[in-house]
T-cell receptor
Framework: DTEVTQTPKHLVMGMTNKKSLKCEQH?????MYWYKQKAKKPPELMFV???????INESVPSRFSPECPNSSLLNLHLHALQPEDSALYLC????????????????FGQGTRLTVV | AQSVAQPEDQVNVAEGNPLTVKCTYS??????LFWYVQYPNRGLQFLLK??????LVKGSYGFEAEFNKSQTSFHLKKPSALVSDSALYFC???????????????FGSGTRLLVRP
């Protein structure tokens, strides 16, 4: 199983709503990521979790709140978003890289297309 | 800082002809390089990677990439293009490994490949 599953596939929310994006993987990966991708642009890293702990926060506004309940799940809680937050949100995971020379690639989910109205 | 550059916004090629999508990199230390493909409204699919070893790397769907250290390039190639190869292609480099074994993927700006029938 080399799959990262994201739900929902599409989400439309108002600026006062609270919603959550979900991501799940069963590959035993201990690093999980949230990326944001605007149309025709490369993905931009938002957060990295390593061993269920937040490792990297790329100065993301607090209206985005990540959560890693266990090693297989990653959530992104959304509150009071702005229309400019509309984008494709991608989750990814990768193996831990503890040894020099160990190689790993990140596996991406299909994304959640978020529209803020 | 690690970075990759994709000098072409779009590459056009006729079906059956060879294709090349260009990528150059700038890294400190040994480069960990990746190619991903993205179809419309989908997530990123891993194609291939270079970590160490042979300079010619073979990947999924008949793609290969050539690592050239002297030219700091990692161009993606395919001997015979298919219309179904039309998609957005991203070159990426792994950023410096952190002590907790997490890392960032730094993406190039992307190249749109259009294969004409």
């Amino acid at each position: 199983d080399t799959e990262v599953t994201q739900t929902p596939k599409h989400l439309v929310m108002g600026m006062t709503n609270k919603k959550s994006l979900k991501c799940e993987q069963h590959m035993g990966h201990r690093a999980m990521y949230w990326y944001k991708q605007k149309a025709k642009k490369p993905p931009e890293l938002m957060f990295v979790y390593s061993y269920e702990k937040l490792s990297i926060n790329e100065s993301v506004p607090s209206r985005f709140s990540p959560e890693c309940p266990n090693s297989s799940l990653l959530n992104l809680h959304l509150h009071a978003l702005q229309p400019e937050d509309s984008a494709l949100y991608l989750c990814a995971s990768s193996q831990e890289v503890l040894l020099q020379g160990a190689n790993t690639e990140a596996f991406f989910g299909q994304g959640t297309r978020l529209t803020v109205v | 800082a690690q970075s990759v550059a994709q000098p072409e916004d779009q590459v056009n090629v006729a079906e059956g002809n060879p294709l090349t999508v260009k990528c150059t990199y700038s890294v400190s230390g040994n480069p960990y390089l990746f190619w991903y493909v993205q179809y419309p409204n989908r997530g990123l699919q891993f194609l291939l990677k270079y970590i160490t070893g042979d300079n010619l790397v073979k990947g999924s769907y008949g793609f290969e990439a050539e690592f050239n250290k002297s030219q700091t390039s990692f161009h993606l190639k395919k001997p015979s293009a298919l219309v179904s190869d039309s998609a957005l292609y991203f070159c990426a480099v792994r950023d410096i490994l952190r002590v907790d074994s997490s890392y960032k993927l730094i993406f190039g700006s992307g190249t749109r490949l259009l294969v004409r029938p």
